[in-house]
């Protein structure tokens, strides 16, 4: 079971890594688009990223539902279950 702390954690890591943007700004009900700025391509690393260090899979049509950092936690968080 992932705990949603942990997962927020490696996210804002991933995204930090990806973007630049401060692990801090990275919190549950920030858009990546509209609050920190992600465009396209850089979503798609941060899904190839997120698959890659939890070991789980986000198909295309779910990785497009991913609006917000919470959206994302839960998917990961729901996959791991």
Same mark, same amino acid.
């Given at each position: ?12 890591? *991933? /995204? ?8 801090? +700004?990275?919190?549950?009900? $920030? !858009? ?13 690393? *941060? /899904? ?8 789980? +899979?986000?198909?295309?049509? $779910? !990785? ?18």
């Amino acid at each position: 079971m992932a705990d949603n702390a942990q997962v927020l954690s490696d996210i804002a890591d *991933i /995204v930090n890594d990806i973007t630049g943007v401060d692990q801090a +700004e990275v919190t549950p009900e $920030k !858009s990546f688009t509209d609050d920190l700025d992600v465009d396209s391509l850089s979503m798609v690393e *941060i /899904v190839y990223a997120c698959e890659e260090k939890f070991g789980i +899979e986000i198909p295309d049509d $779910k !990785s497009k539902d991913l609006k917000t950092v919470g959206d994302a936690i839960n998917f990961v968080v729901a996959a791991k279950a």
